[in-house]
């Protein structure tokens, strides 16, 4: 799943980094491997991690920080990103319309066998390919701790709106 430690997983399993174009997602319903699996991430944490990646970085390859400007708000905020993009769901984003969104409906459809939580990687990762590894630093960016972003109710309460399906019971 996007923004769930692909490129620590790629480290750690194969021992590169990939970059760009890493994400391959199968048509719904079809199974491309014997065991498909993927990691899901607390929806709070992954909304910061989204903003940072897109809004922290140099250039602004997602056009988020473009749409943020756009109405009049600042990219360097989180809460104006929350508002102006997740807020607003993922339609205003084009192609890049997958980054931003919920994990529920990036695994819509998908024949996935077995999930592992981002919290707990290692040792679900573990489980699932039945080996120990060491993943290394989930996170180089300096962010921080995902709570800390969270100064407004109304931003905390947009991003549920927005993560809605992956904080549904059935979801996990």
Not at 60 to 82: L, N, T
Not at 110 to 124: G, P, T
Request: proline share 4%.
């Amino acid at each position: 799943t996007m923004k769930c430690a692909t490129n620590s997983l790629y480290s750690a399993l194969l021992g590169v980094r990939y970059g760009r174009g890493f994400h391959p997602r199968p048509a719904k319903g079809e199974r491309i491997r014997p065991l498909q699996w993927t990691v899901v991430r607390n929806p709070y944490d992954r909304a910061v991690s989204i903003w940072a990646s897109t809004c922290l970085r140099e250039g602004d390859r997602y056009r988020a920080k473009a749409r943020i400007r756009s109405v009049g708000r600042d990219p360097e905020s989180f809460d104006d990103f929350v508002a102006a993009c997740l807020a607003n769901g993922h339609r205003w984003a084009g192609g890049h319309a997958w980054l931003f969104r919920n994990q529920a409906d990036w695994l819509d459809g998908l024949v996935i066998d077995r999930v592992a939580r981002f919290s707990d990687l290692e040792s679900d990762v573990a489980a699932i390919i039945g080996e120990a590894i060491s993943i290394p630093t989930k996170n180089e960016s300096d962010h921080g701790f995902y709570r800390d972003h969270y100064t407004r109710d109304e931003t905390w309460h947009a991003v549920t709106r927005w993560a809605g399906g992956d904080l549904a019971p059935e979801f996990g």
